[in-house]
Nanobody, 124 residues
Framework: QVQLVESGGGLVQAGGSLRLSCAASGRTFSTYAMGWFRQAPGKERNFVAAISWSGGSTNYADSVKGRFTISRENAKNTVHLQMNSLKPEDTAVYYC?????????????????WGQGTQVTVSS
């Protein structure tokens, strides 16, 4: 069982930056691939970024490539999402997810555990 708690969300102006963090419980965090997804109001939840258990492989949605960076600190059971050059269309609830597979991928069904989400609002 893995419990995930996101933090770092908030209100930022367009062009600004935020760093989201996801703290995981359990001693097996380093064996899980991790991902970030987001859900804007009235829309379905979409993939943002994923990182393999070792941190050696990452993947990003086209809409965030070059602006967002996913990273992890296995010694601290934490995964981060650094978000730069934020746009109003990045406004959403951001969810952290853990996958027991080596590499989580971009599909929700690949993930076994989910956090409660943290709100990110980007003003124009």
């Amino acid at each position: 069982q893995v419990q995930l708690v996101e933090s770092g969300g908030g209100l930022v102006q367009a062009g600004g930056s935020l760093r989201l963090s996801c703290a995981a419980s359990g001693r097996t965090f380093s064996t899980y691939a991790m991902g970030w997804f987001r859900q804007a109001p009235g829309k379905e939840r979409n993939f943002v970024a994923a990182i393999s258990w070792s941190g050696g492989s990452t993947n990003y949605a086209d809409s965030v490539k070059g602006r967002f960076t996913i990273s992890r600190e296995n010694a601290k059971n934490t995964v981060h999402l650094q978000m730069n050059s934020l746009k109003p269309e990045d406004t959403a609830v951001y969810y952290c997810a853990a996958s027991s597979r080596t590499y989580g991928g971009s599909y929700e069904y690949l993930y076994d555990y989910w956090g409660q989400g943290t709100q990110v609002t980007v003003s124009s």
